[in-house]
């Protein structure tokens, strides 16, 4: 009869949150730019050229990469394919339901997708086979196995440390023909992309928003950056504005929250 | 029978033969009672009963829950009881039975988010529950922290006759309110909040065990009654 469509927050329990925070404080005792537990994975699936479980508090996900020769796009004949897919499992929330992908689902794939094209992460240069003809085509498929909030984040470590260590074919072109050779080689990734992920609860921003906390949030902001610390990608999301110094509020912590994550992908990953 | 036995029994399994009165989570089928539920089973005066150790919450008329509005509608207030069923708040339960959809604003009295302790008015299994807030202490609950157990333990934390309840509460000298399906309202001073929280996660995670009123009250200390 009812269908049930997001978590909705207890009112008292939110007026406690805000009041917390205030405070400098969380509801779950941890600092305003700590993550929750992060472990990463790999190699979980056998048959897949790369593959990452990444767990952040109760979220888990899961990315597979697939590689495989394809036709090149016809503005970019030399260069290779990426694409990243994500799908929310029906079983992964109360709020999840099967059937076509949900407004959010698509948002999730495309910003994933955006933070690691948009770093060069992957040199799609080194991917190009036969002009015009034949390249080699990435796919990063996630599923999210849990939902516990922060879905950006956690599918994003999921897909670069998939990708991290992938193994696919290498190719030789003979004659203007792709070939396959049995010698394995790496993917060739040049740069480690880490998203962070803030929810702005009251006036204060928090990284890793929980479930409860998204449900309280007037507005997020997920921001991508590379080695360098460079800001490669960003999403603003939910309704409401956010002031200039709130963005580079929000830039500083993503450049420094992602340098201790991406210590602990390289660790993870090598 | 003089003495009560009380066995674990799965679903599946045959608590007893004969005839007897039964209750909920059992199933008659020809002269045996047939456990539904992971639980211990107990045959007893009131002939074959249940208790399981598992399981969300299964409405029962006449039952106190504390709900969360999670919807408003034209008529009435859709509530998340903490179970596989949503609760209805009829707004002609709330505003009386001249409540008309087009003079009555259902937002100016439950909102999205609100708590409130409610009463199982009426559930049969083809429909949602029916709540109610007639009597005395029902509606919205305006302040307190939010704990929840499973549904199962929550005869446990009440204790026999509410001694349990009560040790907790005269011990931290904050109100605790327990509604059936477990979702649990403490309020009081914030160091006494915060010690009745553990006190109630500790009956959950310790329901089992036999000396549980003297675990409880040795974590709680001997602060008298009022006091931190």
């Given at each position: ?197 803030l ?20 507005m997020r902001i997920t921001i ?10 960003s999403q603003k ?5 956010i ?7 929000a ?20 | ?228």
């Amino acid at each position: 009869m009812s269908m049930k469509k997001n978590y909705v927050v207890e009112t008292i329990r939110k007026a406690q949150m805000v009041q917390l925070l205030a405070e400098g404080k969380r509801m779950d005792e941890r600092a305003l730019d700590q993550l929750r537990p992060l472990t990463i994975e790999t190699g979980v699936i056998q048959k897949a050229n790369g593959s990452a479980r990444v767990t952040l508090g109760n979220t888990q996900v899961i990315a597979g990469v697939k590689i495989a020769t394809g036709i090149p796009f016809p503005d970019t004949p030399d260069k290779g394919i990426l694409m990243v897919n994500a799908e929310i499992l029906p079983m992964s929330s109360p709020y999840a339901e099967p059937g076509p992908p949900s407004e959010e689902a698509i948002e999730l794939a495309r910003v994933v997708d955006r933070g690691i094209r948009e770093s060069e992460m992957v040199d799609l240069g080194k991917l190009g086979l036969v002009p015009g003809k034949t390249v080699i085509a990435v796919f990063v498929d996630c599923n999210i196995m849990n939902v516990d909030g922060n879905l950006f984040d956690a599918t994003s470590y999921a897909v670069v440390s998939a990708l991290r260590t992938a193994k696919m074919k290498k190719y030789v072109v003979k004659d203007d023909k792709a070939e396959a050779t049995e010698e394995m080689v790496p993917v060739p990734v040049e740069r480690t992309p880490v998203s962070v992920t803030l929810a702005r609860i009251g006036d204060r921003l928090v990284v890793d928003p929980n479930t409860e906390e998204e449900a309280s949030m007037d507005m997020r902001i997920t921001i991508t950056t590379d080695d360098d610390g460079n800001i490669c990608a960003s999403q603003k999301g939910e309704a409401s504005t956010i002031s200039p110094a709130q963005v580079l509020e929000a830039a500083d912590t993503s450049i420094r929250v992602g340098k201790q994550i991406r210590a602990q992908i390289m660790e993870s990953t090598k | 029978m003089p003495m009560i036995e009380r066995k674990q029994v799965i679903p599946g399994d045959v608590i007893a033969k004969g005839n007897y009165r039964y209750g909920s989570y059992v199933e008659k089928r020809g002269d045996e009672f047939i456990a539904l539920r992971v639980g211990l089973a107990e045959v007893g005066r009131d002939g074959v009963k249940l208790n399981p150790l598992t399981g969300s919450y299964l409405p029962r008329a006449d039952d106190e829950v504390i709900g969360k509005v999670v919807d408003v509608n034209g008529f009435g207030w859709v509530v998340d009881i903490n179970s596989c069923f949503d609760g209805f708040l009829p707004a002609s339960f709330v505003f009386g039975r001249e409540f008309s959809p087009s003079t009555h604003d259902l937002s100016s009295k439950f909102r999205v988010g609100d708590m409130i302790g409610a009463r199982i008015e009426s559930f049969e299994r083809s429909r949602d529950p029916q709540l109610s807030i007639r009597g005395h202490g029902y509606g919205k609950i305006d302040s307190g922290e939010i704990v929840k157990i499973s549904p199962t333990k929550v005869p446990r934390l009440i204790g026999r006759r509410g001694a349990m309840i009560n040790l907790i509460s005269e011990k931290t000298g904050c109100d605790v309110r327990v509604g059936q399906n477990g979702v649990v309202v403490v309020t009081g001073p914030p160091e006494g909040v915060a010690k009745t929280v553990k006190a109630v996660k500790m009956v959950e995670e310790e329901a089992h065990a036999a000396d549980l009123m003297a675990k409880v009250e040795g974590f709680l200390g001997g602060s008298s009654s009022g006091g931190s």
